[in-house]
């Protein structure tokens, strides 16, 4: 059973940064897609940013040049660098991942159905 593991969420000041990780306990196949979603206080859940086994990686355009995603695969361990963080950031944010044992041409498109979601890690940010 893949488990997920988040932490460094922190409350910080506007303009600040953080570093998000989450260790991945196992990688079911050599194909996936692993990203971050996050939930702000009465919004709906969104996508942040997503990296797969090909090295591509998409953005939401509200995090555009401010976040980085990363993937150490020796340590099993996903990253989200948040630079100049906004009050608009405040949420908690979950990582996730999926696995496929065949190719596809875009592995990320359908990651928010996945079963394997981290326990998520609160991001407080005010101005």
């Known amino acids: 059973q893949v488990q997920l593991v988040e932490s460094g969420g922190d409350s910080v000041h506007a303009r600040r940064s953080l570093r998000l990780s989450c260790v991945v306990s196992?990688?079911?196949?050599?194909?996936?897609?692993m990203g971050w979603f996050r939930q702000g206080p009465g919004k709906e859940r969104e996508r942040v940013a997503v990296?797969?086994?090909?090295?591509?990686?998409t953005y939401a355009d509200p995090v555009k040049d401010r976040f980085t995603i990363s993937l150490d695969n020796a340590e099993k361990t996903l990253y989200l660098q948040m630079n100049n963080l906004k009050p608009e950031d405040t949420a908690t944010y979950y990582c996730?991942?999926?696995?496929?044992?065949?190719?596809?041409?875009?592995?990320?498109?359908?990651?928010?159905?996945?079963?394997?979601w981290g326990q998520g890690t609160q991001v407080t940010v005010s101005s």
């Open positions: 996730a991942a999926r696995f496929y044992p065949y190719y596809r041409s875009d592995y990320c498109s359908d990651l928010a159905s996945t079963n394997y």
């Open positions: 196992q990688y079911s196949y050599s194909r996936y897609c």
């Open positions: 990296i797969d086994s090909r090295g591509k990686t």
